[in-house]
């Protein structure tokens, strides 16, 4: 049995300056519905503001992670990401009052432990995984980031860092499950070199640094002036600067030995939850950082939707044996040819119901759609869609020869590939709500092969052959779509 989704029992707030704007901002989490994911809500601004935590809306990714939507922005997203993944929490909404989300102490710990003491209860839905199926590569040469993902049944992650430094040189963090995170990865600070600090603080960036948010990696003597004006940009007196080189800033007790490693992998949990679902996969990333951290969830978030497309998708073997045949469907629907599009019904059941029509040159259509160019009509493709949801409907009553199937309105049409000669279409229609009245909600997608060619919502209404003169009329401007 899959395992049940998450989300917290109780809101819980923080509050901190961000790392980069130095602005106060209150961080609240909010219980959140099934399948809700996350999402930040700016309450600072006018209307309030949602921002989903999705690969589609990162703008930046210098120096951290920040999301666009909906006119507004949040900066700084990673951690607190990272937290909600680590702890294995699915729905949440995260209500920040302030265009950065605050540092803290540089690591996801004071998320974490604010997370845990809101409580985590089960929700009434499964957990829904992206499963990798094959491998997946990315690579800048231009920064010497390589990344890896390899299918497996659990989600682990393997980092590589390697720095010219005397320092750092080259360190390796990796978790082997997500349950890991808090007591391996949690409390692993963001780190920096003094000379990008310098540049940093030249940029007007990190306002709200400091020794208490940050580890400062010094590879390189620092003169007495540089002392002096670090001690006075962080508010300090010289006295309470000090740093054996080659070493760290304020010699800052590490963690673990590979703090910085563990970092980057920390960071790189905190992107990736920008797929939009927990996944399934061994993940190894050589010198990752925001940008290949965000291309390379990009790549997983496409194939992820590849995979969800393959799982809905109607399979066609023409070696099963019809559920009903053409006889019987002409039985069922009044349609006969050239306008009757379904050849036969695959599946059937009381929510969903599967069908096929295979297009041959022979088709009326054709002569004039187009001379020289035969292309089968949109319209028809979705009159063929309705006709096989018809039949879905139709079964619902036990005489369905007394019955009639009206079209009653269609949404959100998509038409993504030209259907030709030669092609076999699937449709498959599902409700989407109960049938109230007599009135069936449909989605229809057909598919030739493993392409979507079309996709619609439908709306249709079973009339007894007696009453269905004056819902006929009423609903003939609609039918002649």
């Not at 540089?226 to 070493?247: D, H, T, W």
């Not at 030669?422 to 449709?427: N, R």
């Amino acid at each position: 049995m899959s395992e049940k989704q998450r989300t917290i029992k109780n809101p819980v707030s923080l509050k901190g300056k961000g790392l980069h704007t130095g602005i106060e901002a209150t961080i609240t989490f909010k219980p959140a519905p099934v399948n809700h994911w996350y999402k930040f809500k700016r309450i600072d601004l006018p209307g309030e503001p949602v921002i989903d935590a999705d690969v589609d809306n990162v703008g930046e990714t210098e120096r951290g992670t920040t999301l666009h939507q909906n006119g507004a922005k949040i900066a700084t997203t990673e951690h607190v990401l990272a937290a909600l993944v680590g702890l294995e929490i699915d729905n949440v909404l995260i209500e920040v009052s302030g265009p950065e989300v605050p540092i803290m102490n540089g690591s996801s710990m004071p998320f974490v432990e604010a997370l845990e003491s809101a409580g985590i209860v089960e929700q009434e839905a499964n957990r829904v995984y992206f499963e990798l199926k094959e491998n997946l590569t990315y690579e800048d040469a231009k920064g010497h980031i390589e990344m890896l993902a390899v299918p497996q049944e659990t989600f682990r992650l393997t980092v590589m860092v390697d720095y010219n430094s005397p320092i750092l040189g080259t360190q390796h963090a990796t978790i082997y499950k997500v349950s890991e995170f808090k007591d391996e990865v949690a409390a692993c600070r963001t780190f920096v070199f003094l000379h990008e600090l310098e540049l940093l603080l030249q940029h007007n960036l990190i306002k709200g640094g400091d020794f208490d948010n940050a580890i400062v990696l010094v590879d390189r003597e620092i003169p007495k002036e540089k002392m002096e004006y670090l001690a006075k940009v962080f508010n300090k007196k010289s006295s309470e600067i000090e740093v054996k080189y080659p070493g760290i800033l304020n010699n800052t007790k590490l963690n673990f030995y590979n703090e910085p490693a563990r970092h980057k992998l920390l960071d790189m949990v905190g992107d990736l939850a920008l797929v939009g679902m927990p996944i399934k996969a061994h993940i190894l990333a050589a010198r990752p950082g925001h940008s290949g951290n965000v291309a390379f969830a990009k790549k997983l978030k496409e194939a992820a939707k590849k995979d969800k497309l393959k799982k809905g998708m109607a399979r066609y073997n023409p070696n099963a044996p019809a559920i009903i045949g053409i006889t019987e469907i002409m039985n069922l629907l009044p349609h006969r040819p050239p306008f009757l599009l379904v050849d036969k019904i695959l599946e059937l059941s009381p929510t969903h119901v599967v069908g096929v029509k295979n297009v041959t040159m022979n088709e009326d259509f054709f002569r004039g759609h187009f001379p020289g160019n035969p292309i089968m009509p949109g319209v028809l493709q979705i009159e063929a869609m309705a006709q096989t949801g018809g039949i879905l409907a139709l079964k619902t009553v036990p005489d369905p020869e007394n019955y009639l199937t009206f079209f009653m309105k269609i949404d959100n049409v998509r038409f993504r590939h030209p259907v030709v000669p030669g092609d076999t279409l699937i449709f498959h229609c599902e409700l989407m709500e109960p049938v109230r009245r007599g009135i069936f909600q449909m989605k229809g997608t057909t598919y030739v092969g493993d392409k979507i060619v079309t996709e619609a919502e439908m709306m249709a209404q079973i009339v007894k052959v007696k009453e269905s003169n004056g819902v006929a009329h009423a609903t003939q401007k609609v039918k002649s779509l």
